[in-house]
């Protein structure tokens, strides 16, 4: 879950990268649209899975790892979408977690047609 939570980090600053690097006015909106939701759902994922199991000390300085930070959006909603499913389907779990989970995939898939556009 750890490394779903760097994931997401990782989008949201090569999206705002993209955002800072483009001279494109419709392609800096969209990079702002894809990260869109970003940080809510990090903090559920933080408070519905780490803060309630009471396993705060996981969280470090380091979060954002750069071996995540892939400017190909596309690839990068590629490679959540898949970790997504894989934890959805692992047995470990809840089904309130599940649901969590299920709805930023969904969001990653809308996210996934959006960065297509890029």
């Known amino acids: 879950m750890y490394e779903l939570i760097q994931h997401l980090i ?24 894809l990260s869109a939701d970003i940080d809510t759902w ?3 994922i933080a408070e519905d899975y780490f803060m309630a199991d009471n396993n705060k000390s996981v969280f470090k300085s ?13 690839k990068s909603c590629e490679v959540i ?7 959805q389907t692992d047995g470990e779990t809840n089904q309130g977690l599940n649901s969590l989970l299920s709805a930023i995939e969904e969001g990653f ?9 890029t």
């Open 42 to 44: 990090v903090d559920s």
């Open 62 to 74: 380091n979060i954002l790892n750069p071996k995540y930070i892939n400017q190909d959006l596309v």
């Open 10 to 33: 990782a989008f949201k600053y090569a999206c705002k990268i993209n955002h800072w690097s483009t001279d494109n006015y419709s392609k800096h909106l969209l990079y702002d649209r």
């Open 109 to 117: 898939l809308n996210k996934l047609a959006l960065a297509k556009l």
């Open 81 to 87: 979408i898949s970790h997504l499913e894989e934890l």
